[in-house]
Each structure stands twice: as structure tokens, then as C-alpha cells.
């Protein structure tokens, strides 16, 4: 059930088919079965993003990854999906890999309801 939100810094539109190629590697990167993996994809326009003192922020080619899951992987291996979430996302995205940043929610077994039946 991983829920993954990505959030592209630029000015450029989305192109099409963008959601269902990184859905379909964030569900190879976590080992889902079809359909298991969702991604919400949003655009910050450049003029919604800045970076304290400086007037051409570093992040304007910056990608932003949530990742919600039922459990979390530890240690060698969160940062082995890591590290392949932020590589599969810099090659989609067009964007270098040190521009993508991933944030891992807390995980999500005893406190996610999906149709009002919460998953335990």
C-alpha cells in the first residue's frame, strides 16, 4: 500500500504519463504487486519555492518525495530503497539525482483507514 507523493520545483508542465511511470518504478523500487503502489504527483511553481538568503534558490530543480507505507524497511536495507527511489526519480524526472529528497512518514499499520477500514 505505499502512498507516494511527489512534488516537482519548476515551471515547466507535467508531461503526460509522468504519475504512471514513477508509480510503476516505485512499485518495482518497493516490491508491490500491481495496483498496490499510488502516487499523487503535484507541480510548486518556481515562485511558490525559496530558500532563506538567497534570491536564485539551488532547489528550484528540486523534487520532493513522501513515502507512506504500512512498514518502513531499517537500516541497510531503507537506505538501498532509498537510494534506488532517488535514482528511478532523477531519470524520470529529468533531474539530478542530488536534487530529489525523500522523506519517509512514520509508518502508517494502525493508523491508515482506506474505505473507512483501518488497517492493522
Known amino acids: 500500500m505505499p502512498i507516494v507523493d511527489v512534488e516537482i520545483v519548476g515551471s515547466e508542465p507535467v508531461e503526460e504519463g509522468l504519475a504512471a511511470r514513477l508509480a510503476d518504478m516505485a512499485g518495482q ?24 538568503n538567497t534570491p536564485s534558490p539551488e532547489g ?13 524497511q531499517t537500516g541497510a536495507a531503507l537506505e538501498a530503497e532509498a537510494r534506488a527511489l532517488a535514482e528511478g526519480t532523477a531519470r524520470i524526472c529529468g533531474r539530478p539525482v542530488e536534487n530529489v529528497h525523500i522523506l519517509y512518514e512514520p509508518d502508517a499499520r494502525g493508523r491508515i483507514a482506506f474505505g473507512g477500514n483501518l488497517r492493522t
Not at 504487486?33 to 525559496?50: E, G, K, M
Open 60 to 72: 528550484w530543480h528540486s523534487v520532493f518525495v513522501t513515502v507512506l507505507k504500512a512498514q518502513r
Open 29 to 52: 523500487v518497493f516490491d508491490s504487486p500491481p495496483s498496490s503502489t499510488w502516487v499523487r504527483l503535484r507541480l510548486l511553481p518556481r515562485h511558490c519555492y525559496a530558500e532563506s
